[in-house]
């Protein structure tokens, strides 16, 4: 049996070269996050479109790092996207 190898970081895929330029992405981004920059994410979206992904970027005002994964912030952001998608 053969097993896979750990890939490097110089062989990893970039956003916009993703096999599969179909598929939607949401970004939800605290505004409050002071330990990734919104620029990262506003990057990354910006890469996957170039890639011909669509992808909604929600930038929350008054939303930390972790804070953006409660809930309470983010259950209904993806409700609404998910019901929005064709």
């Known amino acids: 049996m053969r097993l896979a190898r750990p890939s ?4 990893r895929r970039r956003p916009g070269r993703l ?3 179909g598929v939607p992405a949401l970004l939800l ?3 409050a996050d ?3 920059p919104v620029k990262f994410t ?8 170039s890639g011909g992904h669509q992808v909604t970027v929600d930038l929350v005002r008054g939303v930390d790092h ?3 994964y409660r809930t309470d912030v ?3 952001r993806l409700i609404d996207w998910i019901n ?3």
């Not at 490097?8 to 062989?11: I, L, Y």
């Open 34 to 36: 002071s330990l990734v």
């Open 84 to 86: 929005a998608l064709p």
């Open 29 to 31: 981004h605290g505004r």
């Open 19 to 21: 096999s599969r330029p």
């Open 66 to 68: 972790s804070g953006i």
């Open 8 to 11: 490097s970081p110089g062989r």
């Open 74 to 76: 983010a259950a209904h």
């Open 42 to 49: 506003t990057e990354f979206a910006a890469a996957l479109r």
